[in-house]
Nanobody, 125 residues
Framework: QVQVVESGGGLVQAGGSLRLSCTAS????????LGWFRQAPGKEREGVSC????????YYAYSVKGRFTISRDNAKNTLYLQMDTLKPDDTSMYYC??????????????????WGQGTQVTVSS
């Protein structure tokens, strides 16, 4: 059974930084496209960033481009999202997704993607 777990969320002031991590048990992440989504109450889920299985292709939503950096460490079976210059609009539940389709123009999570339970990010003004 595959279990995806996110960590690293929390409360931070505007302008601050957080680093989210995502790991999976029962699944080697090295062969998969990986991504981060977020969803705030009353809003649709948004694809934030993704990285393909080679690490050679990444995507960032316009709203986070230049502030967030996605990376992967296959040896540690871990995906990261470094979030800098955080804004109150970044407040959301952040979800890790395994087995996504990632191109430089977008991210798509098919029905058989694996999801974590999410980690809350709250940015105060």
């Amino acid at each position: 059974q595959v279990q995806v777990v996110e960590s690293g969320g929390g409360l931070v002031q505007a302008g601050g930084s957080l680093r989210l991590s995502c790991t999976a048990s029962g699944k080697k992440l090295a062969s998969y496209g990986l991504g981060w989504f977020r969803q705030a109450p009353g809003k649709e889920r948004e694809g934030v960033s993704c990285i393909n299985w080679t690490g050679g292709t990444t995507y960032y939503a316009y709203s986070v481009k230049g502030r967030f950096t996605i990376s992967r460490d296959n040896a540690k079976n871990t995906l990261y999202l470094q979030m800098d210059t955080l804004k109150p609009d970044d407040t959301s539940m952040y979800y890790c997704a395994v087995s996504v389709s990632c191109s430089d123009s977008g991210i798509y999570a098919p029905g058989n993607a694996y999801w974590g339970q999410g980690t809350q990010v709250t940015v105060s003004s």
